[in-house]
């Protein structure tokens, strides 16, 4: 089984700010990830797929990069509407497994 | 625009069979070759895997749960199911639908989550 160690669990960002997510894999798994992004009460929304694939819609300020063990989400200038739970997926293996997630706030 | 709705009990009681639906609408679950899951999230716990109904009609379930996982698909009624045999407190969760798609790995479709409590 493949364990995503996400960090950090917690986060406070001031609007405009750039932040960094890292999600690192505990073995080798090529770009089979996605980041998502969930606020409360709503379904989760698919934000990266494929490590660095910006899904259509979501907006440019959001990119992925890394491949194999190491993976970073960048917001590029945070906005306040950016305040969720943000978390990576593996599915390069079964059992698809998941990094702990991210509280991202805005102040 | 397709989206996905867990239903079911919020409260079981331990050793008892755990029984949630996820409703697809604005679109057919039969359309296309997607793949059909189950996740949890306990309370201040991270995200679990449970199980998985390939379009095909396979199915695959995370060892961890000990075979006491069974996802299926209802075509006719446009739903997919999940029970959970066997349950004891630590399934105490928001459980989660979602959907896989043939280009996308992983998930591309989410429900909002429904709460599962496991108390007597």
């Known amino acids: 089984e493949t364990t995503l160690t996400q960090s950090p669990s917690f986060m406070s960002a001031t609007p405009g700010d750039k932040v960094n997510i890292s999600c690192k894999a505990s073995q080798d798994i090529d770009a089979d990830l996605n980041w998502y992004q969930q606020k409360p009460g709503e379904a989760a929304i698919l934000i990266i797929q494929a490590a660095t694939s910006l899904v259509r819609g979501i907006p440019p300020r959001f990119s992925g990069s890394g491949y194999g063990t190491v993976f970073t989400l960048t917001i590029n200038g945070i906005e306040s509407e950016d305040a969720a739970f943000y978390f990576c997926?593996?599915?390069?293996?079964?059992?698809?497994?998941f990094g702990q997630g991210t509280t991202l706030e805005i102040k | 625009q397709l989206q996905l709705q867990e239903s079911g009990s919020g409260l079981v009681k331990p050793s008892q069979t755990l029984s949630l639906t996820c409703g697809v609408s604005?679109?057919?679950?039969?359309?296309?070759?997607?793949?059909w899951s189950w996740v949890r999230r306990p309370p201040g716990k991270g995200l679990e895997w449970l199980g998985y109904?390939?379009?095909?009609?396979?199915?695959y379930y995370n060892p961890s749960l000990n075979r006491r996982v069974t996802v299926s698909v209802d075509r006719s009624t446009n739903q997919f199911s999940l029970k959970m045999t066997s349950v004891t407190a630590a399934d105490t969760a928001v459980y989660y639908c979602?959907?896989?798609?043939?280009?996308?790995?992983?998930?591309?479709?989410w429900g909002r989550g429904t709460l599962v409590t496991v108390t007597s």
């Open positions: 604005g679109g057919s679950i039969s359309s296309g070759y997607y793949s």
């Open positions: 997926l593996q599915h390069d293996n079964f059992p698809y497994t």
């Open positions: 979602a959907r896989e798609g043939p280009s996308v790995g992983g998930f591309d479709l």
């Open positions: 109904m390939f379009y095909s009609g396979s199915t």
